[in-house]
Each structure stands twice: as C-alpha cells, then as structure tokens.
C-alpha cells in the first residue's frame, strides 16, 4: 500500500501564476478530499468527490480555484491566479465510500506564493 | 453549527504524565468522532474513533471519553511519551455524509 501520494511537496510560485498540485488516491479508494491547513483556520475541507463525481464544493474559497477528478486514480487542484493568501498546506486524503470509513491522507503541498 | 472546538491549543506534559484534549461540538447530526496525530512535514492520521453510542474506547495508552449529552469528548494520553509529541486533531463525521469537520488542532509537546 503505496498510501496516497502528492507533488510536489513543496511549490513556491509568484502572484498571480497558476499552481496545479496533484492527487493520486489509495486503489480501491472512492472517495477523495482535498483539506486546506494553515495556522489561522487549521483543516479546512474545500471539495470532496465520490466515484470521480464532485459531491460538495462549498469550501472552495473563491473561482480562482478548480478541481477535477478524471479517473480514480488522479485528481488536482489548481489555483488561478494564485495570490499571497493561498500560501498554506494543501492536503489530499482518500477513504472508503463507506460512512465513517477512516480518512488516509498524503503528506501534502506546501504552496508559497509571493 | 458544523463546528468543533479544541482546546488547549498547545500542552506540555512531563514523559509519563498524562495528556488530555478536548472537543466539543453542537450539532447532534455527527455520528462518528475520530482523533488523528500529525507529525511534522506529515499528514494527519487516524489515532482511534468512537461512536456515540459507547461512552469510552482504548487502544494501548489511548482512550477516548464521549459525554453525548454534554456533546464532548476527550483524547486522554496515558504514561505520554516523547514520540507523542505532535498535533492532535479531533474530528467528527457528519452523519450520512463522508464530510468531516476538524477542531483546528492541539500541539502537544512530551518532555524527556
């Protein structure tokens, strides 16, 4: 069990460019989330898919932000333009479509933008 | 309100003491209260869950204790040691959802 892996593990970028950070879930997982960590507001959830379908996307703070999900093993998250607020630590984590089925995240993105 | 609160947000306990945490929400709709610890440069994992029907679960030197009618609940760490030392979260999962919401975390420093 390889866990769920994400790239890069750290980006720095300048405002207004455009980051993609990348997801590739646990097999056999149908669920995917991707949480956003900082100091301020800790894990926050901004979308989650089931089955590849988007399911709740009310987290995503604003337009500049997109994900997708085209199969079951890949998804991203991608922030255009980015700007200097986005800096934080963007984590990826799969489950179990199964209620109460445990979260498995991956190490993480940590994005600065400057 | 889809929130849970933590506290304290930092702790330090002597190696052998014992660490608590402690979590509170208010809508009854969550079903399922996990706790997950951090490592630095790491992502969250899954430490031990209860559910609401069972006022306490142990694993090891961990223990989880549900008040469901005060709507809180509590990470106890027995005999701590200075590889605990990291963040702890406690969640808790909206029922019929796979949505979790998160305390926004306790750091948790284990002295030698």
């Known amino acids: 069990d390889a866990g769920v892996i994400q790239s890069p593990r750290h980006e720095v970028t300048e405002m207004g460019q455009e980051v993609t950070l990348r997801c590739k879930p646990i097999?056999?997982?149908?669920?995917l989330f991707w949480y956003r960590q900082t100091m301020m507001r800790g894990l926050e959830l901004l979308i989650y898919?089931?089955?590849?379908?988007?399911?709740?996307d009310s987290g995503m703070p604003e337009d500049r932000f997109s994900a997708k999900m085209p199969n079951a093993s890949f998804s991203t998250l991608k922030i255009q333009p980015s700007e200097p607020r986005d800096s934080a630590v963007y984590f990826c984590?799969?489950?179990?479509?199964?209620?109460?089925?445990?979260?498995?995240f991956g190490n993480g993105t940590r994005l600065t933008v400057t | 309100q889809q929130q849970v609160k933590q506290s304290p947000q930092s702790l330090i306990v002597q190696k052998g003491g014992i660490s608590i945490i402690n979590c509170a929400y208010e809508?009854?709709?969550?079903?399922?209260f996990p706790w997950y610890q951090q490592f630095p440069g790491k992502g969250p994992a899954l430490l031990i869950a209860?559910?609401?029907?069972?006022s306490e679960k142990k694993e090891g030197r961990f223990t989880i204790s549900f008040n469901k009618s005060a709507k809180q609940f509590s990470l106890h760490i027995m005999d701590s040691q200075p590889g605990d030392s990291a963040t702890y979260f406690c969640?808790?999962?909206?029922?019929?959802?796979?949505?979790?919401?998160f305390g926004t975390g306790t750091r948790l420093k284990v002295l030698a």
């Open positions: 809508n009854t709709a969550f079903d399922y």
């Open positions: 969640a808790a999962n909206l029922s019929g959802t796979y949505k979790y919401i």
């Open positions: 898919f089931n089955n590849n379908v988007p399911i709740d």
């Open positions: 984590a799969s489950s179990l479509a199964l209620y109460n089925s445990p979260l498995h």
């Open positions: 097999s056999g997982h149908n669920s």
């Open positions: 209860i559910r609401p029907d069972v």
